[in-house]
């Protein structure tokens, strides 16, 4: 495996490396966020532990180059989230710590929606939403055609299921039979104008993937065994089929202050609260 970190032996040694990485990459984004007074930090801790999981049990890549052709491609449909991303590619190696303090701040490499021009490890810009799951497909076909077995790991919204070009991609997928792609999609129910269900529901989410040709797992985003799992289910599918592990996901997840919070798409955090929720993550880790 190309990633910096040897893969433990056991399933239990997978599950205790991507839960202190995700509580790591917790602390860097509440960091990030009160450095910068804002972002989008609920959904950020949010998708934590599925992006631990990907980052230090899935993806193949070099932390010091990478460009390197060899990578597996993890693709950011939501650029908004560039900040859970940040924390990853700091948990990767591709990013120093240190890097993050300047968050959101003129000339920094890491702006507030992710930009592939300027971050080291950002495959795509983040803009419109429903764009990923296209130049995913576009990606993984052309891979294919090169003879490159690198995957490609888009991670989307649930918003962005209710985007015709999100279908549109997946049909397109499944025509070409792109076994080399994965979707990720962070059911946290909620998008910019309220809740997902009552904006445009997309239930029954898993029969609307099969029925696209796609082999649909779904999961506890939370969950980090269920993570491990889900992605094993799906490396072992049928291999010239497309898989989307779908998972529900808790906005604020770690910090009990956050996550029982009345919901918005943009989360106020007030001066003080910052500490607090750091102080609720040690203990909810320790436990």
């Excluded at 010091?64 to 924390?87: K, M, N, Q, T, V």
């Excluded at 059911?187 to 309220?194: F, I, P, S, T, Y």
């Excluded at 989410?205 to 799992?229: E, I, S, T």
């Amino acid at each position: 495996m190309a990633a910096p970190h040897a893969a433990p032996s056991s399933f239990d040694e997978r599950v205790d490396t991507a839960r202190q990485a995700a509580h790591r990459m917790r602390h860097h984004i509440l960091n990030m966020g009160e450095a910068q007074g804002q972002g989008y930090v609920g959904q950020a801790l949010g998708v934590a532990d599925l992006l631990a999981v990907v980052y230090r049990d899935r993806l193949r890549y070099r932390a010091d180059d990478p460009e390197w052709p060899g990578r597996d491609r993890f693709l950011l449909s939501i650029g908004h989230y560039a900040i859970a991303l940040y924390a990853a590619l700091a948990e990767a190696g591709t990013l120093d710590v240190a890097e993050l303090e300047t968050y959101g701040a003129d000339g920094s490499r890491l702006p507030m929606s992710g930009m592939a021009s300027y971050t080291p490890g950002m495959e795509i810009s983040g803009g419109s939403l429903g764009h990923g799951l296209t130049v995913a497909t576009g990606m993984a076909l052309g891979l294919r055609h090169q003879g490159n077995p690198a995957q490609v790991y888009d991670l989307l919204s649930d918003g962005e299921l209710n985007e015709g070009s999100t279908w549109e991609a997946a049909m397109g997928a499944a025509h070409h039979r792109l076994g080399n792609l994965t979707a990720i999609v962070d059911l946290n129910g909620l998008q910019a104008d309220g809740p997902t269900g009552t904006v445009l529901s997309a239930e029954p989410v898993v029969d609307k993937w099969r029925a696209f040709g796609w082999y649909p797992v779904r999961v506890d985003g939370n969950d980090v065994p269920a993570l491990l799992r889900g992605f094993e289910e799906l490396a072992a599918a049928p291999a010239d089929q497309p898989g989307v592990l779908l998972c529900d996901t808790r906005i604020g997840r770690g910090a009990p202050l956050l996550e029982t919070r009345e919901k918005a798409h943009f989360m106020r955090i007030e001066e003080h609260e910052w500490q607090l929720c750091r102080d609720q993550l040690d203990e909810v880790n320790d436990r």
